[in-house]
């Protein structure tokens, strides 16, 4: 069947051809395009690389074609509003909606089962209270930190440039500024883009050293304490590992390390640069917390804190007992879901490593209560955040502020595309693509960013009005409620442990008493 297609399509393209002699128009209009499926067919047949397209010649491409648009089919035709993945249509339109300070509220009721098994609500009050009219902000800094910051209940999340253009990352950071909250850097380094608009930033530093490394890629002290000592830098971050592939790093393909990024990053322009999966400037709990305490000392003192996607809790903890050990402790940490971010990532660390955020942030608040050192320590949670509802939930499960990286990239233009490590972002976010980058207009997006910030925060507060609370702080456990079964449902208070102040110091529970006592501070146990 397969060869008398061909033979069929090859036969009718040699007649329309040598009809055509004849100049008559109809036949010049048929001879092309039926020689030049005629050649497709027959290339189709000799190739062997697809068995689709040897067994259906011509034919088979429109399976190749149906396949790639796939993703667009789906998003934009077939899934309901609440299906979609990693945020659904509702989510994305609130955000979009918010961005451009337009009406984002729904008719109608909720067209989610409310009585599936993981739906999770907030428990609201007889007596609510006004909403502050100034949004409470957060002290960030420990007893050794000399310049704590107050940092926003939400903030833009870790986004290198690189990762993201010229443009994103101005964009960002002018709402940042315009708003009075911060912007993470990412490990890619503290570029012009994070430094002219103005905003309060968080120079993150990687397993790379970017912005702050030598020629053999190791930490460089005096480089480091000249940036960090820039008005701009709030708070100095060191990241661990991060939700979307925790416990490995990353390549960035010679290709693009141009002369602008190879600047920012201290790397030679052209080359192939990796990330390692582990810091070389430190390998046990109590060299982690020494090195954290450098980094506050090299910044002349500003807030000082590391970032995680967690793993064991063992681990963990061991990090708690080196705090003790040492008399010194981050100011702040900030904890990543393992469900994944804007960073590309194999499907199988995305899909399958890391704590989701939920636990990560319920291991690290209750180590810390349990250890003693809540009260000298802020958590940041960073995963997802992008209602005010997400923002509450997180601060009932231990968090003090959140940080949001693509509701951030919606607030921006991104439709989630989810092309960003491909330099083929449609909306010029993720891209280094200069045509394509140019299509992020920073005068009408920054504003966006802005925008979005306010409103989910302001949202957030109505929701604690609505609880009967004007300040996180007074938030707890019982006033989140989860449904575990069609005709049960329980609070936080009650589905998950929570330990009091200085319990692990004095008489572990449990389930917590093995880890705690396997917990070295010399060490990453296993």
């Not at 339109?93 to 009406?103: F, I, N, S």
């Not at 409620?481 to 449902?489: F, L, M, Q, W």
Request: with cysteine; hydrophobic share 40%; proline share 7%.
């Amino acid at each position: 069947m397969r060869t008398v297609f061909v033979a069929l399509t090859l036969a009718a393209g040699i007649a329309a051809a040598v009809a055509a002699v004849g100049f008559s128009p109809w036949w010049w209009a048929a001879a092309v395009p039926l020689t030049l499926l005629g050649l497709v067919g027959g290339v189709d047949l000799l190739q062997r690389r697809h068995s689709v397209l040897r067994n259906y010649p011509v034919l088979g491409h429109a399976r190749f074609l149906l396949e790639r648009i796939r993703p667009e089919l789906q998003q934009y035709f077939i899934e309901r509003n609440f299906d979609g993945r990693p945020f659904d249509r509702d989510v994305r339109t609130l955000v979009y909606e918010r961005a451009k300070g337009t009406d984002a509220e729904q008719p109608y009721g909720t067209e989610r089962d409310v009585y599936q098994p993981g739906y999770e609500f907030l428990v609201p009050s007889m007596a609510p209270c006004p909403v502050p009219e100034t949004p409470p902000r957060v002290r960030v800094g420990g007893p050794d930190c000399k310049h704590p910051y107050d940092m926003a209940l939400l903030n833009v999340s870790a986004m290198s440039f690189g990762s993201l253009s010229a443009n994103a990352v101005l964009a960002l950071n002018g709402g940042a500024a315009a708003g009075n909250f911060a912007q993470d850097t990412g490990e890619g380094g503290l570029s012009e883009y994070h430094l002219r608009p103005g905003g309060d930033l968080i120079w993150e530093i990687g397993t790379g050293y970017f912005g702050c490394r030598t020629g053999d890629g190791d930490f460089d002290p005096a480089e480091f304490a000249d940036k960090a000592a820039h008005d701009h830098v709030k708070c100095v971050s060191l990241k661990l590992s991060q939700g979307a592939k925790p416990g490995i790093g990353g390549v960035l393909p010679g290709a693009k390390v141009n002369a602008e990024i190879a600047k920012v990053r201290d790397v030679p322009e052209g080359q192939t640069v990796i990330s390692p999966p582990y810091h070389r400037t430190f390998s046990t709990p109590r060299e982690l917390v020494r090195f954290i305490a450098r980094m506050r000392e090299l910044s002349g003192g500003k807030p000082t804190g590391f970032k995680l996607c967690v793993g064991s809790r063992r681990q963990f903890l061991a990090v708690c007992k080196a705090m003790l050990a040492e008399g010194t402790a981050p100011d702040f940490i900030v904890v990543d879901g393992g469900e994944g971010g804007t960073g590309a990532a194999p499907m199988e660390f995305a899909d399958h490593v890391g704590a989701p955020l939920t636990e990560g942030l319920l291991t690290v608040h209750n180590a810390l209560v349990g250890a003693g050192l809540r009260d000298r320590i802020k958590i940041g949670a960073s995963g997802k955040i992008a209602t005010g509802t997400d923002l509450v939930k997180r601060l009932i499960q231990g968090a003090d502020y959140g940080n949001a990286a693509r509701a951030m990239m919606f607030a921006v233009g991104c439709i989630q595309a989810q092309r960003c490590h491909t330099n083929t972002c449609p909306t010029g976010v993720t891209t280094q693509d200069p045509r394509r980058a140019r299509a992020l207009d920073v005068r009408d997006k920054a504003p966006r960013v802005q925008r979005f910030q306010e409103a989910t925060v302001s949202s957030a507060l109505q929701i604690m009005a609505s609880m009967g609370v004007t300040d996180p702080a007074e938030l707890r456990p019982h006033m989140l409620r989860r449904r575990i079964a069609p005709h049960t449902e329980r609070s936080y208070a009650d589905v998950h442990e929570w330990l009091e102040p200085g319990r692990l110091l004095a008489e572990p529970p449990q389930s917590w008493a093995a880890d705690w006592k396997a917990a070295d501070p010399d060490r990453f146990t296993v």
